[in-house]
């Protein structure tokens, strides 16, 4: 195990031997015998199954916490819990408004206390010295800003990209405040080794709209990660 390995070929440098970072999800709360549900929210769990899965593939990184509807919950919108993997987002407070009352209606910005963030702030203080000492990067998992305003906004928001341009790109802007909120926890409170962006959603978006609405909104988040020190990556 060695994070210094994962680091450098993350940040593009040639490294002798491939680096392992898991993408675990909820894995560890089946290693662990207990539900998904019950894991995603209890900050011992989270920081045991980090460790467990540490130990038990031999990789140098590990992320903490893979859930992203994580940053939404926090928003109003509303969970379907599953025993066996992260929930699912079954309704938002900004899906059936009109593009009129859109604008109006945004959730206030959140911050470290809000939500499950004191949760993951525990769980990374118990598992980061844990993995520091078996040389694994601790690594956070921000929600991109696609997945962020597709969660808040449902299909309705592709609807918006031809019909409501400024609108989407309100909206978009929006969502790269609430990623680099993430990001900011993740590196500077938490200090975690790597801080990536999980932007799946994104993938749906042809490259002039990625270009247009994703990439802009990327900026604060990483320009943050690279301030605290850190290390981004980008999934999708």
Request: charged share 15%; with cysteine.
């Amino acid at each position: 195990m060695a994070k210094d390995h994962l680091i450098r070929a993350l940040r593009g440098e040639r490294v002798v031997q491939l680096p392992w970072l898991p993408h675990i999800g909820t894995h560890a709360a089946q290693l662990l015998g207990v539900s998904a549900q019950h894991y995603l929210q209890d900050a011992d769990l989270l920081a045991r199954g980090a460790i467990l899965c540490a130990d038990r593939y031999q990789c140098d990184g590990i992320p903490l916490l893979d859930d992203p509807g994580m940053e939404a919950i926090s928003l109003g919108c509303t969970p379907h819990w599953s025993e066996q993997g992260p929930p699912s987002i079954v309704s938002s407070p900004l899906s059936t408004l009109s593009t009129e009352q859109l604008s109006e209606h945004l959730p206030p910005l959140p911050d470290e206390t809000t939500g499950r963030w004191p949760i993951v702030i525990a769980a990374g203080a118990l598992a980061k010295p844990e993995l520091e000492q078996r040389n694994v990067a601790l690594v956070g998992v921000a929600a991109g800003p696609c997945t962020i305003a597709y969660q808040l906004r449902g299909m309705r928001l592709f609807a918006d990209l031809f019909r409501n341009p400024d609108l989407a790109s309100q909206l978009f802007a929006y969502a790269g405040q609430i990623s680099a909120i993430s990001a900011r926890i993740y590196a500077e409170i938490i200090g975690c080794d790597i801080v990536a962006i999980n932007d799946t959603p994104a993938t749906m978006l042809q490259p002039a709209y990625f270009r247009q609405y994703v990439l802009p909104n990327l900026q604060a988040a990483w320009e943050i990660i690279h301030r605290a020190g850190k290390t981004s990556s980008l999934w999708a």
